[in-house]
């Protein structure tokens, strides 16, 4: 009886305790202790969703990413420090070693203190930038709270974000208003496909330092959607990294806070807590990861034969590749967005066909995309590529080579079975019927020899 109860509940917290799909262990760099109180809510609802938490100082001495040339952590969670930097342990090197072996990374800024010089210049690796006035912060004198920073104005009250382009998924939508204190402006690459934001500041809002005495706004470091408030940039390797401009929009007191504008008649709670979970639910790879299952490809006329190894000019081919998406829990079918495409090229030195992948049919925890083409008129080693890369979602690279070959001797159709040769062969077969007809009738039409008569 012991035992079977000791079943149901490692069954029941199998259901309820969701995994990231690359695994639960996280490492939080936080220097003050004392502030750990501050976001309880917060660790509760990461441990709640099956992550193994540990709580280090950035001074501690037993502090590593690696153990044996391996990561010690899958996933690292950074707490804006309280002196000037980090320690040894976590250089903007080994962070970026990190992520070259797949580590995800989420980092919180605060705009309460001066942002160390070594953040910036691990953001500039990533293509994400600063203002150069590590002190500044977002302001905003139409959108912020005015039950809390009626003075200061530097608690912005944002709608919830949509989806950054039509052919991408949501990860960060949803109803409400979020509450963001303080937040440190970033800025992305223009030239980078690799960085993308999560949430913009409203039009109205600029870069602010309150230390700067002079009071001058001729200079400002960017405005309104310039700004981004909570931005990602996601390797090819398919490591993520997010940088959360506001750490205390974390806090407990902001996860359950009511705001008010100067345009609102009323109250609203916030949705701070949703936006964290989903915030870090995409950072520690809970959601937007896909997977390749099953790839199929064969003759049209026979489905039996699959994935060989030789084609020929001229076959139907059909292609079938399965594709999976993580959510929280569970690998489930990847339904594509309503304006994008999965492609499949067929190339050599380049492609010979680009087809769009349909859906044909589902599995309990896949979608089978399919494409039907004929091989090109053309020998040599082709190979069936799918390259899909898309802001927040992991990468897909597949390339299975194939020969295509030329027709066999046997292969060629007949001659009469072509309709463009029976000119030819009439007028082959006209050469030999009237070589015959000559021939017989030169020997069968000698003419009588005549006779010559003798005389004396």
Same mark, same amino acid.
Do not use: C
């Given at each position: 009886?012991?035992?079977?109860?000791?079943?149901?509940?490692?069954?029941?917290?199998?259901?309820?305790?969701?995994?990231?799909?690359?695994?639960?262990?996280?490492?939080?760099?936080?220097?003050?202790?004392?502030?750990?109180?501050?976001?309880?809510? +917060?660790?509760?609802?990461?441990?709640?969703?099956?992550?193994?938490?540990?709580?280090?100082?950035?001074?501690?001495?037993?502090?590593?990413?690696?153990? =044996?040339?391996?990561?010690?952590?899958? !996933?690292?969670?950074?707490?804006?420090?309280?002196?000037?930097?980090?320690?040894?342990?976590? *250089?903007?090197?080994?962070?970026?070693?990190?992520?070259?072996?797949?580590?995800?990374?989420?980092?919180?800024?605060?705009?309460?203190?001066?942002?160390?010089?070594?953040?910036?210049?691990?953001?500039?690796?990533?293509?994400?930038?600063?203002?150069?006035?590590?002190?500044?912060?977002?302001?905003?004198?139409?959108?912020?709270?005015?039950?809390?920073?009626?003075?200061? =104005?530097?608690?912005?009250?944002?709608?919830?974000?949509?989806?950054?382009?039509?052919?991408?998924?949501?990860? +960060?939508?949803?109803?409400?208003?979020?509450?963001?204190?303080?937040?440190?402006?970033?800025?992305?690459?223009?030239?980078?496909?690799?960085?993308?934001?999560?949430?913009?500041?409203? %039009?109205?809002?600029?870069?602010?330092?309150?230390?700067?005495?002079?009071?001058?706004?001729?200079? %400002?470091?960017?405005?309104?959607?310039?700004?981004?408030?909570?931005?990602?940039?996601?390797?090819?390797?398919?490591?993520?990294? *997010?940088?959360?401009?506001?750490?205390?929009?974390?806090?407990?007191?902001?996860?359950?806070?009511?705001?008010?504008?100067?345009?609102?008649?009323?109250?609203?709670?916030? %949705?701070?807590?949703?936006?964290?979970?989903?915030?870090?639910?995409?950072? +520690?790879?809970?959601?937007?990861?896909?997977?390749?299952?099953?790839?199929? =490809?064969?003759?049209?006329?026979?489905?039996?034969?699959?994935?060989?190894?030789?084609?020929?000019?001229?076959?139907?081919?059909?292609?079938?590749?399965?594709?999976?998406?993580?959510?929280?829990?569970?690998?489930?079918?990847?339904?594509?967005?309503?304006?994008?495409?999965?492609?499949?090229?067929?190339?050599?030195?380049?492609?010979?066909?680009?087809?769009?992948?349909?859906?044909?049919?589902?599995?309990?925890?896949?979608?089978?995309?399919?494409?039907?083409?004929?091989? $090109?008129?053309?020998?040599?080693?082709?190979?069936?590529?799918?390259?899909?890369?898309?802001?927040?979602?992991?990468?897909?690279?597949?390339?299975?080579?194939?020969?295509?070959? =030329?027709?066999? !001797?046997?292969?060629?159709?007949?001659?009469?079975?072509?309709?463009?040769?029976?000119?030819?062969?009439?007028?082959?077969?006209?050469?030999?019927?009237?070589?015959?007809?000559?021939?017989?009738?030169?020997?069968?039409?000698?003419? $009588?020899?005549?006779?010559?008569?003798?005389?004396?």
């Amino acid at each position: 009886m012991r035992w079977f109860l000791s079943f149901l509940f490692l069954s029941f917290l199998a259901v309820v305790h969701a995994l990231s799909s690359t695994g639960n262990r996280l490492l939080v760099i936080l220097e003050d202790e004392t502030e750990k109180s501050l976001y309880s809510t +917060f660790w509760s609802d990461l441990e709640g969703r099956g992550y193994t938490l540990s709580f280090e100082s950035p001074k501690s001495e037993q502090l590593s990413l690696f153990q =044996h040339g391996a990561r010690a952590y899958d !996933h690292l969670l950074v707490f804006p420090p309280k002196s000037k930097g980090f320690g040894p342990s976590l *250089t903007p090197k080994a962070v970026l070693d990190f992520m070259n072996k797949e580590g995800n990374v989420l980092l919180a800024l605060s705009g309460k203190s001066s942002t160390p010089s070594a953040i910036s210049s691990l953001l500039i690796e990533l293509d994400l930038h600063l203002s150069s006035d590590r002190s500044a912060f977002v302001v905003d004198h139409f959108n912020y709270d005015t039950v809390s920073a009626s003075e200061k =104005h530097d608690v912005l009250v944002v709608p919830r974000p949509g989806p950054l382009r039509p052919d991408t998924k949501a990860y +960060f939508s949803g109803e409400g208003v979020l509450a963001m204190p303080r937040a440190v402006p970033q800025t992305l690459g223009s030239d980078s496909p690799l960085v993308a934001p999560v949430l913009r500041a409203p %039009v109205t809002a600029y870069s602010y330092n309150p230390k700067d005495d002079s009071g001058s706004m001729e200079e %400002v470091y960017a405005t309104g959607s310039q700004l981004a408030l909570v931005s990602t940039m996601q390797s090819r390797n398919s490591a993520r990294f *997010t940088v959360l401009g506001s750490v205390e929009s974390l806090e407990d007191k902001w996860f359950s806070a009511t705001v008010k504008t100067p345009s609102d008649e009323e109250q609203t709670q916030t %949705v701070n807590r949703e936006f964290a979970k989903q915030l870090t639910a995409w950072t +520690f790879k809970e959601t937007g990861v896909l997977k390749v299952g099953k790839i199929e =490809h064969y003759l049209a006329e026979d489905p039996a034969d699959l994935n060989p190894q030789i084609y020929r000019i001229k076959n139907d081919i059909v292609f079938n590749m399965e594709v999976s998406e993580y959510e929280y829990d569970g690998y489930v079918p990847f339904e594509l967005p309503s304006e994008d495409a999965l492609q499949l090229e067929f190339s050599m030195l380049s492609p010979f066909h680009r087809l769009a992948l349909q859906p044909t049919r589902k599995t309990d925890n896949s979608t089978v995309y399919s494409a039907a083409f004929t091989t $090109p008129d053309q020998h040599g080693i082709f190979s069936f590529r799918v390259d899909y890369k898309r802001p927040f979602l992991t990468n897909v690279e597949e390339k299975h080579e194939v020969t295509v070959r =030329h027709f066999a !001797h046997d292969e060629y159709p007949r001659s009469w079975e072509i309709s463009g040769g029976w000119v030819w062969i009439a007028g082959l077969w006209a050469v030999i019927g009237g070589f015959i007809a000559f021939v017989l009738v030169w020997l069968y039409s000698e003419p $009588p020899s005549a006779k010559t008569k003798k005389t004396q």
